[in-house]
């Protein structure tokens, strides 16, 4: 009895682990930093470098408070503590929009790759 209930706890149970939080993360930090695009913080306009430098500080001030991808994008890439102005992203070859936007499709795209 206990190996049947063995066999059908370990075939219910997924042959690949998801993703964990930190890489997820890492994927959207990377997908920062490597935009064609400019950032605008507070009326300024910032490299992607520049930008994902800032989130990572961001990200490492709430890292507590973090426990989902949507959790980080709210708490550390949405707007400024300071004047409450949100953060945008002016790709290259589009409209600028917010980048917490930005992000979520980003992640919303990565999701499902991961799932196919």
């Known amino acids: 009895m206990l190996r049947v209930f063995f066999l059908l706890v370990m075939s219910a149970s997924p042959l690949v682990a998801a993703e964990s939080l930190e890489q997820t ?68 070859e589009g409209k600028e929009l917010p980048l917490h936007v930005w992000l979520t499709n980003a992640l919303r795209e990565h999701r499902e790759n991961e799932a196919q």
Request: charged share 30%; hydrophobic share 35%.
């Open 25 to 92: 993360i890492n994927f959207l930090l990377h997908r920062i930093e490597t935009a064609d695009a400019t950032f605008i913080r507070n009326g300024h306009e910032h490299t992607p470098k520049e930008a994902v430098a800032h989130v990572r500080d961001k990200y490492e001030h709430f890292k507590n408070e973090i426990k989902t991808p949507e959790d980080f994008i709210r708490l550390a890439a949405t707007k400024s503590l300071l004047s409450g102005q949100p953060y945008l992203i002016r790709p290259r």
